[in-house]
């Protein structure tokens, strides 16, 4: 046993992030893409994994891929910085910039985490009933605490909706300290991207990454932000960060636009007809989502929860979050069809 007054103390207070393998015949707790776009068996795969050179550091810049996405994006490239997932590109902005830091609450616990283990101080704000943002209480929090970075998950993570962009804006605008747009599942949702806005806006992180769109094994996300923050952040960075492989089937698979945004259109497609059918069963609440997930609520979502798991059926308990949430992601037809059945056979 190591002595507790080892560890920094804003560590030992920490709880990790729970990431459990529960084993389950159909999974849909982690807000992954259910198809497989590429696998290790198919050729183009195969042809890249023989020519990785493992002997090598992978490129530290990240170059290529940095180059496709830029393209993609309509930004240059020295305004990218890649990482190792999103996670990551989390962890390097708060390490630049230090706390306060903000969010909205309830959402994406990795920015509370993070800070908190990085020693910084985190302030959280309500959003609204409707899981939309609080004007007044976000921007009299931030003024108060002087936040240094602003987090906001929009589509966000729980709840699914993405929030006024008119609102989004406001506070971006507003805040002195940076403000973080994290775009995990923009590719679900109808809204524009904040990306066109950066040229205006020089406080502006967006942040996005591969692993909602079927690419979740490679640990990739990016952040878009003026030239000045990508070199301050840049700073922080381990070398190497992004290995090899990753970068190498990250650009194949990017090529590939039009099976990348087939998986995406079924994704929403379901999603859609998953949250018509929910919002017909008695007892249960559904939040409207414009991500790769549904937030729904339920009497004794505990009991839900074990109920589905006994059918094989593994979603995400948001208790104590949310009272009464469950976070279901969106899967195969076959696979949201087989929670439709166990949800409906589970007694709310
Ligand atoms: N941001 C949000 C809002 C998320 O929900 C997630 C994944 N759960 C991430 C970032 C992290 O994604 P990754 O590290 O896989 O890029």
């Not at 992030?17 to 015949?25: D, G």
């Not at 993405?162 to 804006?169: E, K, L, V």
């Not at 950066?198 to 406080?203: I, V």
Request: positive net charge; contains cysteine.
């Amino acid at each position: 046993m190591i002595p507790s007054n080892l560890v920094k103390p804003c560590v030992r207070r920490l709880r990790a992030y729970e990431a459990k393998e529960i084993p389950c015949r159909v999974k849909l707790d982690a807000n992954e893409s259910p198809y497989e776009l590429w696998s290790a068996g198919d050729n183009k795969l195969g042809r890249i994994l023989r020519r990785v050179p493992l002997n090598r550091y992978p490129d530290p810049a990240g170059t290529k891929l940095k180059e496709i996405l830029a393209l993609r994006h309509g930004v240059r490239a020295d305004r990218l910085l890649l990482g190792n997932g999103s996670d990551e590109l989390i962890s390097m902005l708060v390490t630049t910039f230090g706390g306060p830091v903000l969010y909205p609450v309830p959402t994406f616990s990795m920015y509370g985490i993070i800070s908190r283990g990085l020693g910084e101080k985190t302030v959280e704000v309500k959003l609204e009933r409707s899981f939309d943002l609080n004007l007044d209480r976000m921007e009299s929090a931030i003024r108060k605490s002087r936040a240094k970075v602003v987090f906001l998950s929009s589509p966000n993570n729980p709840t699914g909706n993405a929030f006024s962009s008119n609102r989004i804006q406001r506070i971006i605008e507003t805040t002195p300290g940076i403000v973080v747009v994290d775009e995990a599942y923009h590719p679900f949702s109808s809204t524009p991207s904040f990306i066109t806005r950066l040229k205006r806006h020089p406080n502006l992180v967006v942040l996005q990454t591969l692993s909602k769109i079927g690419l979740a094994a490679l640990r990739l996300g990016f952040m878009v932000a003026s030239r000045d923050i990508v070199n301050e952040v840049n700073k922080v960075r381990l070398p190497f960060n992004v290995n090899t492989l990753s970068q190498m089937i990250a650009v194949e698979a990017l090529e590939e636009r039009d099976t990348l945004k087939e998986a995406i259109g079924r994704i929403v497609q379901e999603r859609d007809r998953m949250m018509r059918m929910m919002a017909d069963i008695p007892g249960l609440r559904v939040v409207p989502s414009d991500a790769n997930f549904i937030l729904f609520r339920v009497p004794d979502a505990s009991r839900v929860y074990r109920g589905l798991l006994q059918e094989g059926i593994l979603v995400r308990n948001l208790e104590p979050a949310i009272p009464g949430g469950l976070r279901v992601t969106v899967g195969t037809r076959r696979e949201n069809t087989a929670f439709l059945h166990a949800i409906r056979k589970v007694r709310l």
